[in-house]
């Protein structure tokens, strides 16, 4: 197995997890908090703006099944990247589109694909790229946040259509 990882933040984590979850390549998903300057957020931190943080997912995946191209398409798919610091009804910074990547080859990959996304929208691209800092694992109990709550009105209204739309669009036939 080739393992590879990539922190990416799609507005909320639960859905960013519940999502990549679906797929088979996936050998894991963290949820947590990057991308900003305070140590040791915590989740009450990150939602009132104070730390710069984003909820985003720690996503390790085996690149002999998918490469990267594939897990851009998957995050590009779940959420508006043209959206400014929101995704739907989430609004703040730390719902803001953001890839964080560990090896500096991906960077590459990366810029040229949202430049390719671009040319392919007349709204601007608001994804911000750059290099990880420091990865901060949430709660534990975010941690299979849609599994262990599907009955939750967030999971059920926010969580299912976006799973619903991610598996028709790339042809899942059921979740693992």
Request: proline fraction near 3%; aromatic fraction near 12%.
């Given at each position: ?55 985003v ?53 990366i810029?040229?694909?949202i ?62």
């Amino acid at each position: 197995m080739n393992k590879k990882s990539i922190v990416l933040g799609a507005g909320c984590f639960w859905c960013t997890e519940a999502v990549f979850l679906m797929f088979d390549w996936v050998i894991s998903v963290r949820p947590g908090y990057a991308g900003g300057f305070t140590e040791n957020p915590t989740y009450e931190d990150v939602c009132h703006g104070r730390t710069r943080h984003a909820e985003v997912a720690l996503l390790d995946y085996d690149a002999d099944k998918a490469d990267l191209n594939l897990v851009l398409d998957v995050f590009f798919a779940m959420h508006d990247p043209t959206s400014v610091n929101r995704q739907g009804n989430d609004i703040g910074s730390q719902y803001r589109s953001i890839i964080l990547y560990i090896d500096d080859m991906d960077k590459n990959i990366i810029e040229a694909r949202i430049k390719r996304l671009q040319s392919e929208t007349e709204k601007r691209i608001t994804t911000e790229v750059k290099k990880l800092g420091r990865f901060y694992e949430a709660e534990d109990y975010h941690h299979n946040y849609y599994k262990n709550n599907k009955a939750n009105p967030y999971c059920m209204f926010v969580v299912r259509p976006k799973l619903k739309k991610i598996m028709d669009e790339f042809g899942i036939e059921k979740k693992r």
